[in-house]
């Protein structure tokens, strides 16, 4: 099996399996204030690490290119309150635009 | 306010969005039937977009499911959240599990009865579900069309689809700091280790900064 079927198919399965426990576990189990503050904050950890990965980096290589001004014009188009589908094609429109220019 | 139109214009938005994640994944070499089982197998955005992401980094397949499920964490709390008021069971406790993400929880979290709760939940679950799904599709089939992702900008697509996700979780000054950190050890950590562990790693950093109040 490809690395692409094991990985579709596996963060599938688990993905389903911590959407049910959640809903048939006890309560009390889960709602310690520490472990909700964590649960809080691990999208924040992995969507940043993830932004910084895809942008500055080409498997373990750093590198700077088109994709950064994509990033760059996303930035910009959030802080102006852009919706979501504006963000994402307005920094890939930028990038698009920087990769033939380059 | 109508719980109705509340769920259906989240259901359209949030859907059309789908179409982003059909493209970053045709995009990262993955096939249009990978993209559309994600949509319909895994269903929870922001973990779609990290197995696509950690695989487009060169991560591992374990590496991808880890950052993923780890993403998802988030919703098992929804359902714990959800489960009195949906007092569900056998089979309907298995679809509405499925449905269980941040849109379907916040829609239903934000009315006032149990009752309106309850369609807030599985109007905007299912509503989510189908046009998440069809917009899967059309977004991946349109990204196979056009050939060299890097030259339509896909290549950005991703981590600008990310940082949207990323921007109302930024609330506090603790979220500021932590991202700020993630970026630093993520990218320190690029070079000298397998590509996908310096995203994994990040989670380390939530640790200890959510552990003190």
Not at chain 1, 26 to 46: K, W, Y
Not at chain 2, 42 to 47: I, K, P, R, W, Y
Request: charged share 10%.
């Amino acid at each position: 099996m490809s690395a692409f079927w094991i990985a579709v198919l596996g963060s599938s399965a688990l993905a389903f399996l911590v959407k049910f426990l959640g809903a048939s576990v006890p309560e009390s189990f889960l709602s310690h204030p520490r472990i909700l503050r964590i649960n809080n904050l691990i999208p924040v950890a992995l969507l940043t690490a993830l932004i910084a990965v895809n942008t500055f980096a080409d498997k373990t290589k750093l590198t700077l290119d088109n994709r950064a001004l994509g990033m760059a014009a996303a930035l910009a188009l959030l802080i102006a309150k852009a919706p979501f589908p504006v963000v994402v094609v307005g920094a890939a429109l930028t990038s698009a635009l920087a990769y033939r220019l380059l | 306010m109508s719980v109705k139109r509340d769920s259906f214009s989240v259901s359209i938005t949030v859907g059309a969005y789908g179409s982003a994640f059909g493209a970053a994944a045709v995009a990262a070499d993955f096939s249009v039937l990978q993209a559309c089982l994600l949509s319909l197998l895994l269903f929870s955005g922001a973990s779609q977009f990290a197995v696509v992401g950690v695989i487009a980094a060169g991560g591992t397949p374990l590496n991808a499911i880890a950052t993923s499920t780890l993403l998802g964490t988030r919703n098992g709390l929804y359902g714990l959240r959800l489960a009195p008021i949906l007092k569900l069971r056998g089979f309907k406790r298995v679809i509405a599990a499925q449905i269980t993400i941040d849109e379907s929880t916040g829609v239903a979290l934000a009315q006032n009865d149990e009752n309106e709760m309850r369609k807030g939940f599985w109007y905007t679950g299912i509503g989510v579900f189908v046009f998440w799904n069809l917009f899967t599709l059309a977004g991946a089939l349109g990204a196979q069309a056009i050939g060299d992702p890097s030259a339509w900008g896909l290549d950005a697509a991703v981590p600008a689809a990310f940082l949207g996700l990323l921007w109302p979780r930024l609330a506090d000054r603790k979220s500021w700091v932590l991202a700020g950190f993630a970026i630093l050890l993520a990218l320190t950590l690029t070079p000298f280790v397998p590509a996908g562990i310096p995203i994994i790693s990040c989670t380390l950093l939530a640790i200890i900064i959510g552990w003190r109040r």
